[in-house]
């Protein structure tokens, strides 16, 4: 199973994106689907969690603007982006972590210009 990344892209600050991560197949298994970031010179850093229970959890810096959600029916998870900051410019990808172990997606990148 691969996950597909897409919905980057270049926008003015206060802007949305919805980046999106589709799944080639079925996952069993899932336990945490998530969304992490990595800013030039800096460290992956986890964005937002969708947890088993249905519940989600945000970093500091981006809760009340990010929304992470899934369409089971389309294997997708997303993340919903709003007013967007130049801080926010990275590479972001998606995760989901399995009791069989864990897949990756291959980054989106986001840039929000000032």
């Known amino acids: 199973v691969q996950l597909q990344a897409s919905g980057g892209g270049l926008v003015q600050a206060g802007g949305s994106l919805r980046l999106s991560c589709a799944a080639s197949g079925s996952i069993i298994g899932i336990k945490v689907m998530r969304w992490y970031r990595q800013a030039p010179g800096k460290e992956r850093e986890w964005v937002a969690a969708l947890l088993p229970n249905g519940s989600n959890d945000y970093a500091d810096p981006v809760k009340g603007r990010f929304n992470i959600s899934r369409d089971r029916a389309k294997k997708t998870v997303y993340l919903q982006m709003n007013s967007l900051e130049p801080r926010d410019t990275a590479v972001y990808f998606c995760?989901?972590?399995?009791?069989?172990?864990?897949?990756w997606g291959q980054g989106t990148q986001v840039t929000v210009s000032s």
């Open positions: 995760n989901i972590d399995t009791v069989y172990g864990g897949y």
